[in-house]
């Protein structure tokens, strides 16, 4: 009989440390970081999700996010998020760190007033790589990636792959009828 669970009586720290992660889906070290610099510190206070200590996040007229996406939030750090007309982000969308997400520039005559503009949307199951920028107005189709320092200007429709300065399509990706089967199941359960 093997005694996997043995090496847990002797170290409950460890046990304690992979339930949580499987609990709360992130490392228990950097959830309890991310929670003392926003709940203690109020870094990020007005944001009801959690966000890593060192991004900057701006509600404006509001973020909402999908399913799983505010694990992105609180793993990458050196985000800014800015939802001055406000963000959609689709249910699993990830996004590395260094993500810049701005919906709003400022008005031309007074400083202080941001433009009105659409809102910034991203479809689900998007990959943002790290340091993209995404500019106001922008909707993204489901299943799009961004590559790695990208400048996104303008809209792109759903399973594009983008990359550049400024964006631009890099190619369409081919979603075969198995994973796009597969894709409709694990969403609907």
Excluded at 3 to 27: E, M, N, T
Excluded at 30 to 46: D, G, H
Excluded at 93 to 101: H, N, S, W, Y
Excluded at 110 to 115: A, R, T
Aim: charged content about 15%; some cysteine; hydrophobic content about 40%.
């Amino acid at each position: 009989m093997k005694f996997r669970y043995l090496k847990y009586l002797f170290c409950p720290h460890v046990a304690a440390q992979k339930i949580l992660h499987q609990w709360i889906g992130i490392p228990f070290s950097k959830w309890l970081v991310n929670l003392i610099f926003q709940r203690i510190f109020r870094l990020n206070s007005c944001v009801p999700f959690q966000v890593n200590f060192t991004s900057a996040v701006v509600l404006g007229k509001g973020i909402f996010i999908g399913r799983n996406v505010w694990k992105s939030f609180a793993l990458s750090g050196g985000c800014y998020v800015q939802g001055g007309n406000g963000i959609y982000i689709g249910d699993n969308t990830l996004f590395a760190p260094g993500v810049k997400i701005i919906s709003a520039n400022h008005d031309p005559n007074k400083h202080m007033v941001w433009s009105e503009s659409p809102p910034v949307r991203i479809g689900c199951r998007c990959w943002l790589g790290a340091n993209v920028v995404i500019l106001p107005g922008v909707e993204l189709g489901d299943d799009c990636i961004v590559g790695a320092g990208a400048v996104v200007t303008k809209s792109f429709t759903k399973n594009t792959i983008i990359v550049g300065n400024p964006a631009k399509e890099y190619v369409k990706k081919e979603v075969n009828c198995k994973e796009k089967a597969s894709r409709c199941v694990s969403d609907a359960t």
